[in-house]
């Protein structure tokens, strides 16, 4: 029973760079989160998805964009990477919205220098 | 603006003591979910409160929802080593999409 899953677990990027961090979830969630961790700041929400084909914007989206392509998997984007995007993502995934967000991955830490 | 005040931020206490954190709003929530997260780790869900006044036990933990659900408290009983880690309290906010807001944590270190 994997949960979710996320790809890579630790990364270095040089600013400008593009990547795409993965989630895969098995437990056929309707409702996917990506969410960042910063030092004092709690979890942030950067987008979300409330279904397969779907994505909506949380409260820090800017530099940031998303998919949803198949319902099991959720990806976040950079496109052009800044020190400022340094930080620990979370994906996490939920059955019935955000009333109990049960599974989260094990994060991705990803340093942009 | 962060809607969710933790408190203490920081706790290093001895085993077999008891301590409480706090969770702080003006808002309303519909529900409050509490985490704990382990270093290198995601957040793993304890509990889950959605009724004001609620009170739910989980072995040494007791967690307790305020009265007009604005602010939640954890509370442990005989602290052990094993409980160290962060411990997040998130509310569910009763508009639109119920976006989950989390607090600024508290980080607890229970030494042997």
């Known amino acids: 029973n994997a949960g979710v899953t996320q790809t890579p677990k630790f990364r270095v990027l040089k600013t400008g760079q593009s990547m795409t961090l993965l989630c895969a979830q098995d437990?056929?969630?309707?409702?996917m989160y990506w969410y960042r961790q910063d030092p004092g700041m709690g979890l942030r929400l950067i987008h979300y998805s409330v279904g397969e084909g779907t994505t909506a914007k949380g409260e820090v989206p800017d530099g940031y964009n998303v998919s949803r392509l198949k319902k099991q998997n959720f990806l976040l984007g950079l496109e052009s990477a800044a020190p400022s995007q340094t930080s620990v993502y979370f994906c996490a995934s939920s059955e019935h919205g955000t009333k109990r967000i049960a599974f989260f991955g094990q994060g991705t830490r990803l340093t942009v220098v | 603006t962060q809607l969710l005040e933790q408190s203490p931020q920081f706790l290093s206490i001895q085993e077999g003591e008891n301590l409480t954190v706090y969770c702080n709003s003006s808002s309303v929530f519909s529900s409050l979910q509490w985490y704990r997260q382990e270093p290198g780790e995601g957040p793993v869900l304890l509990v889950t409160?959605?009724?004001?006044?609620e009170v739910k036990k989980l072995k040494r933990l007791t967690f307790q929802f305020g009265d007009a659900r604005k602010d939640s408290s954890l509370h442990i009983t005989a602290a052990q080593p094993g409980d160290t880690g962060l411990y997040l309290c998130?509310?569910?906010?009763?508009?639109?999409?119920?976006?989950?807001?989390f607090g600024t944590g508290t980080r607890l270190l229970v030494s042997p």
């Open positions: 998130a509310g569910s906010m009763n508009t639109g999409f119920q976006k989950l807001v």
């Open positions: 437990m056929n969630h309707e409702y």
């Open positions: 409160v959605v009724t004001g006044g």
